[in-house]
């Protein structure tokens, strides 16, 4: 219990702390979640694919991760989820593109 009386005392006296905390794990849930989508979608469709649901949380997730590491000012966790997002929103662009044209 003097664990748990330690941990509600620190949350409360840096609460500020709590929220990026907060961030930073559903941040990496978001991110996580991609893995689970992708492997649930290939198991129905009995080979692999890439739903485009896996490309948004690329996206949303890297993106609150990247401001995240910002935060921090951890420079090359900056450069590891800042780097990848173009091509996370150049790949939803060309579904979407694809997606128009196939409409048309």
């Known amino acids: 219990m003097n664990y748990l009386a330690h941990?509600?005392?620190?949350?409360?006296?840096n609460p500020y702390d709590?929220?990026?905390?907060?961030?930073?794990?559903?941040?990496?849930?978001?991110?996580?979640?991609?893995?689970?989508?992708?492997?649930?979608?290939?198991?129905?469709?009995?080979?692999?694919?890439?739903?485009?649901?896996?490309w948004y949380c690329s996206l949303i997730g890297g993106l609150v991760l990247f401001v995240?590491?910002?935060?921090?000012?951890?420079?090359?966790?900056v450069a590891g989820q800042g780097l990848p997002l173009p091509i996370y929103a150049r790949n939803l662009w060309m579904i979407h593109r694809d997606r128009s044209r196939a409409t048309a």
């Open 18 to 54: 709590v929220l990026w905390n907060v961030v930073g794990f559903g941040g990496q849930a978001l991110f996580s979640i991609r893995m689970l989508l992708q492997w649930w979608k290939s198991e129905q469709e009995g080979h692999s694919i890439v739903p485009i649901g896996f």
């Open 68 to 77: 995240y590491a910002i935060h921090l000012q951890a420079w090359p966790l």
């Open 7 to 13: 941990l509600y005392a620190s949350m409360m006296a």
